[in-house]
């Protein structure tokens, strides 16, 4: 059965950073892109990023270019996503994405 | 980028109905690559549908994609209490950026 377990996600100020991580099984993790998704409260599905099967190529959303970095850990099937500068409008649900979806994370910038 | 409009916003059917949503692309979606996800409420989206056409693994033959270029469908026939949810389309065809349609919600 193909599973993503995210990890991570929290309260944290705005500035602050903080990593997500989405850990992969039943399925061979090495051979799929994967994307990050969030979901602000109460709106719709925005996709912020892909990452190459190798982790070769990575693309953002212009919403969080420069501040998030996506990457990948193949001998581990882990996905990550850390996150930066991190604003009020950061705070959202996020998910990780590869055919399945994770159980989604909330992350929540206030001070 | 792409932008994705699904209509309707909102659909009201009853039970054993055809339910049948509709998502229009901006400019040509490269090998049709358009899924479908569902997400009911309080929980994460589900893949249902991807390549406009093939259902994912384990979701029933009520559900089915079509379409091709700039405008898909997705229908769910004999409609069922559980298929209360948000359908969203996702485009993931060409260079990114990628994009979600806003959304339909189906009421049963």
């Known amino acids: 059965e193909v599973q993503l377990l995210q990890s991570g996600g929290g309260l944290v100020q705005p500035g602050g950073s903080l990593r997500l991580s989405c850990a992969a099984s039943?399925?061979?993790?090495?051979?799929?892109?994967m994307h990050w998704v969030r979901q602000a409260p109460g709106k719709g599905l925005e996709w912020i990023s892909l990452?190459?099967?190798?982790?070769?190529?990575?693309f953002y959303a212009d919403s969080v270019k420069g501040r998030f970095t996506v990457s990948r850990d193949n001998s581990q099937n882990i996905l990550y996503l850390h996150m930066d500068s991190l604003r009020a409008d950061d705070t959202a649900v996020y998910y990780c994405?590869?055919?399945?979806w994770g159980q989604g994370t909330m992350v929540t910038v206030s001070s | 980028e792409i932008v994705l409009t699904q209509s309707p916003g909102t659909l009201s059917l009853s039970l054993g109905e055809r339910a049948t949503l509709s998502c229009r692309a901006s400019q040509k979606v490269d090998n049709n690559f358009v899924a479908w996800h569902q997400q009911r409420p309080g929980q994460a989206p589900r893949l249902l549908i991807y390549?406009?056409?093939r259902r994912a693994t384990g979701i029933p033959d009520r559900f089915s994609g079509s379409g091709s270029g700039t405008h898909f469908t997705l229908t769910i026939t004999g409609l069922e209490p559980e298929d209360s949810a948000v359908y969203y389309c996702?485009?993931?065809?060409?260079?990114?950026?990628?994009?979600f349609g806003q959304g339909t919600k189906l009421e049963i």
């Open positions: 996702h485009q993931y065809g060409s260079s990114p950026p990628h994009s």
């Open positions: 994405q590869g055919g399945a």
């Open positions: 390549g406009a056409s």
């Open positions: 990452i190459s099967n190798t982790g070769a190529d990575s």
């Open positions: 039943g399925f061979t993790f090495s051979s799929f892109a």
